[in-house]
């Protein structure tokens, strides 16, 4: 079973923080993504990446960087983290083998800028 | 634009009542369509996928949905919901095209179950 974890379930920082959400994931897969989840705006994109040190920016980038250099991980940055970046975040991975195969998400990271 | 609606916010049903839920989508290329649960504090769970071929699918936990090309529809459906399935469910749509990674998500439809 494919499984990817996120580091932290809950997670409070201050505001200005420089914040790192961790995902690995263990099925070797290409894909990674990272997303955001508010209420009644569903699940945004923030950025992906498609292989190790590649990126593509998202839907919603302002804000956050990535870091991917091994290809299970797969990390989020808030540089100087803001009160509006309060939110529910959700790591997935996915093959392209076979073509495109379905997401697999983490269970989530919700974290708090105080 | 591509685009996937979920018309319903809000769904409640008694326990033992069928349910559907509807989503329909925007798509310029020949999806893929998925639906998605999410229960309280945790990540997105699979529930089922549409390819190609037969157009009713089959899923978890009794789960079943009916990809219509004409509609651009893809709802999804139970024949009696049991107390455990309160949640909130996504439909989402993907590309078939090669290099085409980004998939879009509804905004959810949230389901409480009545006892």
């Known amino acids: 079973d494919v499984k990817v974890t996120q580091s932290s379930r809950y997670l409070v920082k201050r505001t200005g923080e420089k914040v790192f959400l961790e995902c690995v994931q263990d099925?070797?897969?290409?894909?990674m993504f990272w997303y955001r989840q508010d209420p009644g705006l569903g699940l945004r994109l923030i950025y992906f990446s498609y292989d190790v040190k590649m990126k593509e920016k998202g839907d919603i980038p302002e804000g956050y960087s990535v870091s991917r250099e091994k290809k299970e991980r797969f990390s989020l940055i808030l540089e100087s983290a803001s009160t509006n970046q309060t939110s529910m975040y959700l790591c997935?991975?996915?093959?392209?083998?076979?073509?495109?195969?379905?997401?697999?998400f983490g269970d989530g990271t919700r974290l708090s800028i105080l | 634009a591509q685009s996937v609606t979920q018309p319903d916010i809000h769904i409640t049903v008694s326990e033992g009542a069928s349910l559907e839920l509807r989503c329909n989508y925007s798509?310029?290329?020949?999806?893929?369509l998925f639906w998605y649960v999410q229960s309280p504090g945790q990540g997105l769970q699979l529930l089922l996928k549409y390819f190609s071929g037969d157009t009713l699918v089959q899923g978890i936990k009794g789960f079943e949905a009916e990809f219509k090309r004409s509609q651009s529809s893809f709802n999804l459906r139970k024949p009696s919901v049991h107390w455990s399935d309160a949640a909130e469910y996504f439909c989402?749509?993907?590309?078939?095209?090669?290099?085409?990674?980004?998939?879009?998500f509804g905004t959810g439809t949230r389901l409480k179950v009545l006892a």
């Open positions: 798509y310029g290329a020949t999806p893929y």
């Open positions: 099925m070797d897969h290409e894909n």
């Open positions: 989402a749509v993907g590309g078939t095209t090669s290099g085409t990674y980004k998939y879009i």
């Open positions: 997935a991975s996915n093959t392209i083998r076979g073509g495109n195969q379905p997401q697999h």
